[in-house]
């Protein structure tokens, strides 16, 4: 991933949250960090305070471009508006039209769709069409990013939601 589109995600990702940035050049930047390992999510730890909330927005970023092949093959079809078959519900519970995705599970995404997709041990319920065929790899990327992206809610980079009660 280019540093100028980087510093756009991490930028953008801060700004949601409503911490100030000054707007950065590529060569006016702090050196990008290293990549990370897809299942190797940046957790924050109480001694390292070199993690940062940047940090972990690009690595949230990271697993998410790593993850998206098969989150465009597995849930596209009912969770972005082009999607052949997408309702209003669906894109009401979760919506990958765009970065970070939206709907009323955003806040609780990283658990959500660990559930869904069984990685919790639990039976998969999607995708809708074919249950449990998230797999191997493709599952091992998913979870990263489940991981990156909870990493970076525990942080505060992730704007508060609130609480949606389900009726369904």
Known sequence: MTRSILIAFATAALAACGVGTATASPSSAA????????GKPVTPTQDSSA??????VAA????????KPVFDAACAACHTKAGKKASKKK???FDMDGYPPGGHHTSTISFTIRGVLGITGK???????KPGSVKGDDLA???????????????GAHPAAGHHKHND
Not at 123 to 129: G, L, V
Not at 146 to 153: G, I, V
Request: proline residues 13%.
């Open 31 to 38: 050196p990008e960090p290293a990549p990370q390992q897809p």
């Open 123 to 129: 039976k998969p319920t999607m995708p809708f069409d």
């Open 51 to 56: 993690t940062t909330k940047a940090e972990l």
């Open 91 to 93: 894109l009401d519970h």
């Open 141 to 155: 990327k998913i979870k990263a990013w489940t991981d990156a992206w909870e990493a970076a809610d525990k942080a």
């Open 60 to 67: 949230e970023t990271s697993a998410w471009q790593a993850a």
